[in-house]
């Protein structure tokens, strides 16, 4: 092999020298397994789910409770107060 020659071809199951992985047996895909599988359903379930309604439904309350806040008498004359000193 002379200076000029290029470099052969790595082997396509050698993921160490380059080849790809997929072929590789011991390099097996992790979501593939049935276990992972699983776990992402559950965890899709509960956290993008479940949790993201109860913060929705924390956030609604939250909101009805200021709106009932803001409407008393007191507060409604405070923030009467607040925006003509904000327009002056």
Known sequence: MSSQDPPPDPEPS???AGGDPDSDPECSDPWSDPDTALFLTRFSFWFGGV???CIGILGLAGN???VRIFTLRDMRRFFEHRIKGYIR
Do not use: F, K, T, V
């Open 14 to 16: 050698d993921p160490e």
């Open 64 to 66: 009805a409770a200021a």
């Open 51 to 53: 949790l993201y309604c």
